[in-house]
């Protein structure tokens, strides 16, 4: 279906002179550099209005608008490697590399995806989407460069919540030791999705706020103000006198020349720099100050809540409203935390800088003792979490699935193998929609599945997923309760249910012939699809241990199995039925209907689960040919 353009949009109201004679960089170069300024102002309001129609990723782009002008004027992209670390800033960088009429089309389906993508553009050097990547992959190229005797400067720009996390530091300890064409550039906001956490976030905040360097920088600077031939001076003198005075930085200790703090929204200094930067030699680390949300009043006030918006009114800023029925599951596992917290004093929650968006905010007021935002750090959450119940806490650890990818040797080593009693709420699990296959929750049953100790719970609705809460942090081992992002189907909650019996199924719906085994989100389509085919359904809310008995009866009273989950077919919780079949020497026909085994793009969540058969429709249709 063609994309609306912009003209439909209504978006081209906004004066784009210079932004629509930017097809690429190679326009942007040939402009005068006094003229870089205007693009910054164009780029910046033709972003906010793309993004009020379309929703997605805000205040990172707006804070790197000069910072993206000065990167593509200054270096040769696409020949000069540039990668963006997770990807949700580079809105600005898409708009000035070709993209810029199809930025209506943002993060649905057949558009433009939310992070850079290889297959996108020849400018997005490297995909991206989760953090802390950008160093590494830079390294990678610049390396490679080396190798085959190319010249080209690769430049990766990382973020100060992203710079936490620890593969950021592998890599910068793997560059510092070496001598390499490498530009890392620290975007500097003083912000992660919430406020930053850890040591490193102060040690940046002392650099910018170094008394000796902020003093002798603004004294020189008054010095020469009346002698603008030599303000040029400034420069050198800095870094001549910041190496005698200043403490070195961490990062000039690891090997790198450091230059900054500079002004991330000074146009003329960003540009001035850039150009020194690229004469310089080796791995240089260039820390840019910048704002997030720069330049839109609403996303400078409220940078967490500007982070990721869904489309809103560009006037006023107000955000639209979610369709969820009722709670998400997210709101269901911050009610029930904090509910929990206050009977039991054990309970600690801990999370990697996802507070916000997995539903963290309430407990981490109520109980701010008892709260841990790790930062991007998802291995060290997870042992953390072990250390913690090592000495009698019981911790929960609330994560995204596909950010628990990050962390699964400290699942298996550290927790499971231990049989230590943390709780992992796992959140997105599943397709998550716009953000598309970067953030999927597309693997965990199967990357779970297989792990001793590991209690696996999937809830069908709002109601069991309490229950499933409450069931895997009373049980005494590592347990998992997975559930996706957004509402459920708009069941009433209550709060007093008791916890479930371990390893039951219940059977739902009886029908003939055909029984539909549904896992978590897939029991609702799964109950529409039994009405065309008259199938019997059981909602079998454990992933692990299964309920044997209940599949040995199914086995027994129907012609075919037919397993649903909202993870990959392969290794997913199909795969434990049929393993148990075979174990038993039953012999029944069976059908696995999950993710295939390709990675599904973005689009709306309806659209991806229709794209990959797994609502009601595409049930049936599969049932039918299955049974011809
Ligand atoms: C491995 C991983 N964990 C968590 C996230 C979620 N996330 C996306 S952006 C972000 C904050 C990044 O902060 P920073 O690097 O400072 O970038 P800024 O938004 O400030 O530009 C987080 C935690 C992620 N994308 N990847
Ligand atoms: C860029 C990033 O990784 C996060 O902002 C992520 O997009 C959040 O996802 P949710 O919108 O599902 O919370
Ligand atoms: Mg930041």
Known sequence: MPHRTLSDSGVVSHRRSLLDSINSPINLRALPESLLPEVASELRGFLVECVSQTGGHLAAGLGVVELTIGLHYVFDTPHDRLIWDVGHQAYPHKILTGRRDRMISMRQKDGLSGFPKRCESEYDSFGVGHSSTSISAALGMALA????GERRTVIAVIGDGALGAGMAFEALNHAGSMDIDLVVILNDNEMSISPPVGAISNHLSRLLSGK????????SKNALAGMPQLRHLVGRWEEHVKGMLM????????????IGPIDGHDMASMIKTLRNIKEMPGQRLLHVVTRKGRGYEPAEGQPTTYHGVTPFNR????LRKGTAKGPTYTQIFGGWLCDAAAADKRLVGITPAMCEGSGLTAFSKRFPDRYFDVGIAEQHAVTLAAGMACEGLKPVVAIYSSFLQRAYDQLVHDVCLQNL???????????VGPDGATHAGSFDLSFCRPIPNLLILAPSDENECRRMLKTAYEYEGPAMVRYPRGGGPGVTIDSDAPALPIGRGEIVRTGQRIALLAFGSLVAPALTAAETLNATVANMRFVKPLDEALIRDLARDHDILVT??????????????????????LVVRCLHLGLPDRYIDHAEHAEQLAMCGLDAPGIIASVQAELG
């Not at 403490?247 to 450091?258: A, D």
């Open 145 to 148: 460069a080396k190798q085959r």
């Open 212 to 219: 000796i360097y902020t003093s002798m920088r603004e004294g």
């Open 247 to 258: 403490p070195s930085t961490l990062f000039e200790e690891l090997g790198f020349n450091y």
């Open 315 to 318: 006037q006023t800023g107000e």
């Open 421 to 431: 009693d943390v709780t992992f709420a796992v959140d997105r699990g599943g397709l």
């Open 564 to 585: 649903l989950e909202e993870n990959a077919i392969a290794g997913g919780a199909g795969s434990g039925v049929a393993e148990f079949l075979s174990s038993q020497g």
